[in-house]
């Protein structure tokens, strides 16, 4: 199952989210929040999880990018479950990195979920948009 779609749940006061009730069934053998890129959070089916931290384990440690990409996968990770009314709770620490007050935007994104400040998330789809529109197959040089 693909996750799919834009959502705009809103956080509650004590930092819980509601996320959309055809994502939860994927959710339901745990789930981990994490740091993600352009300041957005993931949120992950545990599984899922386990199969990147294995990609980012078998990185030689000796590669820069490799080990920076573990520790902030890592150290920003928190393991989690839905609670029975399909909320999950995120982290003073991630929803500051992510730069997340009352509203929300939650977009699936194949095999993970992302969770972005609205501003934020406006900014950076505007910009992909454009690009998306751009976006052309090219020849395969070796064929030409």
Do not use: H
């Amino acid at each position: 199952m693909f996750f799919m779609g834009t959502y705009t749940p809103k956080l509650d006061d004590k930092g819980r989210l509601f996320l959309p009730a055809k994502f939860r069934d994927r959710l339901s053998e745990g789930l981990v929040v994490t740091q993600g890129q352009e300041n957005c959070l993931v949120v992950w089916p545990r599984d899922v999880f386990m199969e990147e931290a294995r990609r980012a384990q078998s990185t030689p440690l000796t590669v820069r990018g490799a080990r920076d990409y573990a520790r902030i996968l890592f150290a920003g990770a928190d393991e989690g479950a839905l609670d029975k009314q399909g909320r999950i709770g995120i982290q003073a620490s991630l929803r500051e990195y992510a730069g997340l007050d009352r509203d929300v935007v939650v977009i699936g994104v194949m095999d993970r979920i992302e969770i972005w400040n609205p501003d934020r998330w406006r900014d950076y789809s505007s910009g992909a948009q454009a690009k998306f529109a751009e976006l052309d197959e090219q020849p395969n040089p070796q064929q030409a």
